[in-house]
């Protein structure tokens, strides 16, 4: 249960630190000034991070699923981790297209609660680049760590 609680938390600490962030962008900034900025800014956004990073999580779920069958793998499920990276992986590409999606519908529409939810997003995914990087990270580690085991 405690693997769990700390998986939970992990994802619900983004959420808070997202939700932190954009309520001090309320307070630092008019409204008007961040939906108009933002609006200016969303297709380069969609364009120059949204869509790379949704390209990148894409990538590393076909990659993870496509050698689903491998030993490493294998290895992976016994020790309960392949889940919790594949559920990563695929948060990750859910949050990747859903701001996307938001980032080319802002562009278009005249809509301040929706610009607003874009900016929330845009914060959102920033702060998943890291989450996203280190789930990459503690799957190559795991991977030297099997090599390792099994080269012995």
């Known amino acids: 249960m405690t693997k769990l609680k700390t998986i939970l938390w992990a994802y619900v600490s983004e959420l808070v630190l997202s939700t932190l962030l ?4 309320l307070i ?3 409204v008007s000034e961040i939906v108009r900025v933002f609006k200016s800014m969303s297709s380069d956004i969609a364009t120059y991070f ?3 990073m949704l390209a990148a999580s ?3 779920i076909w990659a ?18 392949f889940h919790v990276y ?7 590409l859910v949050v990747y297209l859903s701001l996307l999606i938001l980032l080319i519908v802002t562009s278009k529409v005249d809509y301040i609660p929706l610009s607003l939810l874009s900016v929330w997003m845009f914060i959102y995914g920033v ?14 580690k795991l991977n030297m760590e ?7």
């Open 22 to 25: 954009f309520t001090l962008l």
């Open 28 to 30: 630092c900034f008019e």
């Open 50 to 52: 949204s869509s790379i």
């Open 58 to 60: 894409f990538a590393f």
């Open 64 to 81: 993870f699923y496509s050698k689903s069958d491998t030993p490493f793998f294998k290895w992976l499920y016994k020790k309960r981790a």
């Open 86 to 92: 594949l559920s990563a992986y695929v948060v990750a």
């Open 127 to 140: 702060i998943n680049v890291y989450t996203f990087m280190s789930n990459v990270l503690g799957q190559l």
């Open 146 to 152: 099997y090599n390792r085991i099994n080269d012995e």
